[in-house]
C-alpha cells in the first residue's frame, strides 16, 4: 500500500475512533440526561419531606419497627410519592407549559413523553404498593393507594383547576405520610398520627398561599384558581394568618398528649410563634412587596423540618437493634 494511501488509512481509522468516542459519548450524556429527567417527574424535594414525615410515624409507632422493614417501607412510600408526582406532571404538562416556575420540567420541555410519564408513573406506584403489602402489611398498602389516588384524582384532576381551596383539601394527601409510616410499623392507625396528619394539614395552606402570592399572575395565566387569583391578595394574606394561629396550638398536642417531651414543646411554642409574626408581616405588607412572603415560605420549610424533627429525637430510644 503506498504511503498516501497508508495516511488516508490511518486517518480515515482516526476518524472512525474519533466518531466512535463522539457517538458514545452522546449516548452517555443522553442517558444520563433520561435518568435525571425521569428522577425530575418523582420530585425529588418532596419525596424528601415525605419520606422525612413517613420516617417520624414510623419512629413515634409503639414497639419500634424492625430496621430492615422499616427501610423497605421508606423506600415503598418514597417510590409511592414519586409515583403521585409523575403523575401529577402527566397530567399537568399543559398547565406547566405555562408557567415560569414549571415550565422547564421534562414533559413540557419536551424531555419526556406524556405517554412515558404515565406509563412510569403506573410502573413505580404498583411496585411501591405491592412492596408495601407484601413485605409490611395490606393496611399500610392501602393507605398508599389511597394517597396516590386522592393526589392524583381528587387534588390534581378534579380540585386544581376548579375551586381555590384545592391546597386546602388536596393538602391531606400530603398529610398522610406519618399515618402511613406509623401503620406499617403498628399496623393500624391510633390518635398520635392522626395528630401528625393534622398538624401538616393545617400547615399546607399558609406553606403554599406564601408561594402562589408572588406568583398570582402566572396561575392566572394558566387558569389556575389559587385563592390570590379568586379571592385577591388581602383575603390571601388573612387566610394565612388564620390558618398559622390556629396551627401554633395544635402544634403543640404531641407533648400535651404525652407522645412528646417538653423540649418539643418548647420548640413547638418557639416555631409557631415566628409562624405566626411572619404571617402577621405578610398580612401587613402591601401588594407591591414580595420579601415578606418569600420570607414565610422559606421558614414554612424549616419549621416543619425542625418540628418533626424533634419528634425524631425523641423516638430514637425506640429503635430495636439489628
Same mark, same amino acid.
Given at each position: 500500500?503506498?504511503?498516501?494511501?497508508?495516511?488516508?488509512?490511518?486517518?480515515?481509522?482516526r476518524?472512525?475512533?474519533?466518531?466512535?468516542?463522539?457517538?458514545?459519548?452522546?449516548?452517555?450524556? /443522553?442517558?444520563?440526561?433520561?435518568i435525571?429527567?425521569? @428522577?425530575a417527574?418523582?420530585?425529588?424535594?418532596?419525596?424528601?419531606?415525605?419520606?422525612?414525615?413517613?420516617?417520624?410515624? !414510623?419512629?413515634?409507632a409503639?414497639?419500634?419497627?424492625?430496621?430492615?422493614a422499616?427501610?423497605?417501607?421508606? !423506600?415503598?412510600?418514597?417510590?409511592?410519592a414519586?409515583?403521585?408526582?409523575?403523575?401529577?406532571?402527566?397530567?399537568?404538562?399543559?398547565?406547566?407549559?405555562?408557567?415560569a /416556575?414549571?415550565?422547564?420540567?421534562?414533559?413540557?420541555?419536551?424531555? @419526556?413523553?406524556?405517554?412515558?410519564?404515565?406509563?412510569?408513573?403506573l410502573?413505580?406506584?404498583?411496585c411501591? +404498593?405491592?412492596?408495601?403489602?407484601?413485605?409490611?402489611?395490606?393496611?399500610?398498602?392501602?393507605?398508599? @393507594?389511597f394517597?396516590?389516588f386522592?393526589?392524583?384524582?381528587?387534588?390534581?384532576?378534579?380540585?386544581k383547576?376548579?375551586?381555590?381551596?384545592?391546597?386546602?383539601?388536596?393538602?391531606?394527601?400530603?398529610a398522610l405520610?406519618?399515618?402511613?409510616?406509623?401503620v406499617?410499623?403498628?399496623?393500624?392507625v391510633?390518635?398520635?398520627?392522626?395528630?401528625?396528619?393534622?398538624?401538616?394539614?393545617?400547615?399546607?395552606?399558609p406553606?403554599?398561599?406564601?408561594?402562589?402570592l408572588?406568583?398570582?399572575?402566572?396561575?392566572?395565566?394558566?387558569?389556575?384558581?389559587?385563592?390570590?387569583?379568586?379571592?385577591?391578595?388581602?383575603?390571601?394574606?388573612?387566610?394565612i394568618? !388564620?390558618?398559622?394561629v @390556629?396551627?401554633?396550638?395544635?402544634?403543640?398536642?404531641?407533648?400535651?398528649?404525652?407522645?412528646?417531651?417538653a423540649?418539643?414543646?418548647?420548640?413547638?411554642?418557639?416555631?409557631?410563634a415566628?409562624?405566626?409574626?411572619l404571617?402577621?408581616?405578610?398580612?401587613?405588607?402591601?401588594?407591591?412587596?414580595?420579601?415578606?412572603a418569600?420570607?414565610?415560605?422559606?421558614?414554612?420549610?424549616?419549621?416543619? +423540618?425542625?418540628?418533626?424533627?424533634?419528634?425524631l429525637?425523641?423516638?430514637?430510644?425506640?429503635?430495636?437493634?439489628?
Amino acid at each position: 500500500m503506498s504511503t498516501g494511501l497508508k495516511d488516508a488509512a490511518m486517518s480515515a481509522a482516526r476518524g472512525g475512533i474519533n466518531l466512535m468516542q463522539i457517538n458514545r459519548s452522546i449516548l452517555v450524556r /443522553r442517558s444520563y440526561a433520561n435518568i435525571g429527567d425521569y @428522577v425530575a417527574l418523582t420530585k425529588p424535594r418532596v419525596m424528601s419531606l415525605v419520606v422525612f414525615t413517613a420516617l417520624v410515624g !414510623l419512629m413515634v409507632a409503639p414497639g419500634g419497627i424492625d430496621p430492615f422493614a422499616g427501610v423497605v417501607a421508606l !423506600l415503598c412510600i418514597a417510590a409511592g410519592a414519586g409515583a403521585a408526582g409523575a403523575l401529577n406532571m402527566w397530567y399537568d404538562a399543559d398547565i406547566d407549559a405555562l408557567m415560569a /416556575r414549571t415550565a422547564m420540567r421534562p414533559i413540557p420541555s419536551g424531555r @419526556v413523553s406524556r405517554s412515558e410519564a404515565l406509563v412510569f408513573g403506573l410502573m413505580l406506584g404498583t411496585c411501591a +404498593v405491592l412492596g408495601l403489602g407484601t413485605f409490611l402489611n395490606m393496611a399500610a398498602a392501602a393507605l398508599l @393507594v389511597f394517597t396516590i389516588f386522592f393526589y392524583v384524582v381528587i387534588y390534581t384532576m378534579w380540585l386544581k383547576r376548579r375551586t381555590p381551596q384545592n391546597i386546602v383539601i388536596g393538602g391531606a394527601a400530603g398529610a398522610l405520610p406519618p399515618v402511613i409510616g406509623w401503620v406499617a410499623a403498628a399496623g393500624n392507625v391510633g390518635l398520635e398520627p392522626l395528630v401528625l396528619f393534622l398538624i401538616i394539614f393545617l400547615w399546607t395552606p399558609p406553606h403554599f398561599w406564601a408561594l402562589s402570592l408572588n406568583l398570582a399572575g402566572e396561575y392566572a395565566r394558566a387558569g389556575v384558581p389559587m385563592l390570590p387569583v379568586v379571592a385577591g391578595r388581602a383575603e390571601t394574606k388573612r387566610q394565612i394568618l !388564620l390558618y398559622s394561629v @390556629v396551627l401554633a396550638p395544635v402544634s403543640l398536642l404531641p407533648w400535651a398528649l404525652g407522645f412528646a417531651g417538653a423540649i418539643y414543646g418548647a420548640a413547638a411554642a418557639m416555631l409557631g410563634a415566628i409562624m405566626i409574626f411572619l404571617s402577621w408581616q405578610v398580612r401587613r405588607s402591601n401588594d407591591e412587596e414580595r420579601q415578606p412572603a418569600r420570607r414565610l415560605f422559606a421558614f414554612s420549610m424549616l419549621y416543619l +423540618v425542625l418540628l418533626f424533627g424533634v419528634l425524631l429525637m425523641n423516638a430514637v430510644p425506640y429503635v430495636q437493634p439489628l
